[in-house]
């Protein structure tokens, strides 16, 4: 309310701030929440701080129903507001009072309170919901995985529409509490930690917490009958994993590849500092997807991953996102390369420590095996587009543009950087260029045209500088060094998104 705060004098300031305002001054909140590759994801006038989702789900029809109470603060006077969300909504309550509602768009709740909310302030508001997820689409698209013995919620960008209305966008990061009941027999998975479960006249509640802020796609859903493993990580970290009971064949190399969960948190601090958060782990549950992705805490990963044997590489890719894209997470969806290129980097680092590469022959590797005329250089890591966003030029030349970075700023500001970065954003958001200017003030060098050629420019850059001997490696006639052995294993990791 500027108007009131410049007008002449405190005595006609202070009418006016006793005058309540005019309904002219509240304002509907965007339908979303302004980022350019998804218009219409998140929403305006308002920040979720805490999500509470109360659910019930029945396997054998996919039935979902729920109570969620979200606290909120808003950003404007706002004579509405959107949720994003997909189910059949019964009632809405903001503030203790009956609110209407509507939908429009592609996913849009569109929530009239009955009375206008001012900007700063609290706001709670509690949706009950029913309805089968598998039926409901937006864009003409489901994310919703049903599995013989239940279903699962992991997708990214967007998955929380079916099964829970959020602000669906990560810039607007939140604590959950997830408490969902399911059959007796059946297991309910999410993030964080299992605070406790009861059981009740042939059901079973499962009460997760997550007291760290969270992205809207990184909170994940899975009800089957799984086998939960746990253990600990050397710095005490508890460990939950939990394995489909039906992943066939894949069992043996799933759970080969998973329970290395906590060996490879403890390597990965090494380079990128303590753990963020207080439990992690991963399941694999029976669906016939390909992909995995990094949910926050516990990670999802596709029985079909492990068709070939352990991966520990896919492992290590989704841990590292914990810290590059979980804790410190992108500002928009533009920003993607500061979750990939460096999950795709942890991948090379743990070539070399497995003794399958280095990281500076896996970037020789790929840069020699795309021609100049190939498409992969057309994409652009640091602004691909929402078509390009999971290319696996975003990965492979996001990772090149990484250790180019680290040739030129040299191994002592380089690996200060990779650690140092989770902390200057920690439970935040950070863009491309936030991470320009941090590693420019580490290493005392101006990187902007570094950044530009290898992130910005749609052509493959003029070679990189030579470090070590790695050059004089053996070559092909069309002069591409050989395979580093590690090349499929990480490779198998590009369908992490390509669902
Ligand atoms: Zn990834």
Redesign the pocket.
């Known amino acids: 309310m500027h108007r009131r705060l410049i007008a002449p004098g405190a005595l006609a300031a202070s009418l006016l701030l006793a005058i309540p305002a005019s309904a002219a001054d509240y304002t509907p909140g965007a339908p979303g929440i302004g980022d350019p590759y998804y218009p219409a994801y998140g929403n305006g006038g308002y920040d979720v701080s805490h999500y509470d989702l109360r659910l019930t789900y029945q396997p054998t029809t996919d039935e979902l129903e729920g109570t969620a109470t979200l606290l909120a603060t808003t950003t404007q006077d706002l004579s509405r507001f959107d949720l994003d969300f997909l189910l059949d909504v019964s009632e809405v309550r903001v503030n203790g009072a009956k609110a209407s509602f509507t939908t429009s768009g592609q996913h849009e709740l569109e929530i009239t309170p009955a009375t206008p909310l001012p900007k700063g302030t609290p706001v709670t508001v509690v949706v009950r919901y029913s309805g089968v997820p598998s039926t409901k689409s937006a864009y003409g698209f489901s994310t919703w995985h049903r599995t013989p013995d239940g279903a699962v919620a992991a997708d990214e960008p967007e998955s929380a529409w079916w099964w829970y209305p959020s602000n669906d966008h990560p810039s607007d990061k939140a604590t959950y509490d997830v408490s969902v009941a399911v059959p007796d027999g059946t297991q309910a998975i999410s993030n964080g930690t299992l605070q406790s479960t009861s059981s009740q006249r042939g059901w079973t509640r499962y009460n997760w917490r997550s007291n760290k802020p969270q992205a809207t796609y990184l909170t994940t859903l899975a009800i089957g009958r799984f086998d939960i493993t746990t253990g600990k990580t050397s710095d005490g970290v508890p460990v939950v994993n939990a394995y489909s009971k039906d992943l066939g064949d894949n069992d043996g190399a799933a759970r080969a590849s998973v329970e290395r969960t906590g060996e490879i948190v403890d390597w990965l601090t090494g380079y990128f500092g303590p753990y963020p958060f207080n439990s992690v782990g991963g399941y694999v549950p029976n669906t016939t997807t390909g992909y ?3 949910t926050q805490t516990r990670v999802y990963y596709s029985p079909r991953q492990f068709a070939n044997g352990s991966n520990t590489s896919v492992v290590v ?2 841990l590292a ?1 914990q810290w590059y ?1 979980d804790d410190v997470s992108l500002a928009g969806w533009k920003d993607i390369w500061i ?2 290129g460096f ?2 980097y942890a991948q090379w680092l743990w070539s070399e420590h497995e003794g399958e590469g280095t990281t500076q022959e896996l970037a020789d590797y790929t840069y020699a095996s795309h021609p100049a005329d190939d498409a992969f250089w057309t994409v652009k890591p640091g602004d691909p587009g929402p078509d390009n966003q999971f290319d696996t030029a975003v ?1 492979d030349r996001g990772a090149l543009a990484i250790q180019a970075l680290r040739n030129e700023i040299g191994d002592d500001a380089f690996f200060t950087v990779l650690k140092g970065w989770p902390k200057e954003h920690p439970y935040g958001n950070a863009t491309v260029e936030d991470f320009r200017k941090y590693a420019e003030r580490v290493s005392g060098k101006s990187l902007a045209p570094l950044f530009d050629t290898w992130l910005f420019q749609p052509s493959k850059p003029a070679a990189p500088a030579a470090r070590g001997a790695s050059l004089s490696a053996a070559r092909d006639h069309k002069g591409v060094p050989a395979q580093p052995r590690s090349w499929k294993k990480i490779a198998a ?1 590009d369908s ?2 390509s669902g």
Do not use: D, I, M, S
Request: net charge negative; aromatic share 6%; charged share 25%.
């Open positions: 995995a992705l990094e890719h989704e996102h894209g979750n990939e999950a795709r990965y990791t992490v998104h």
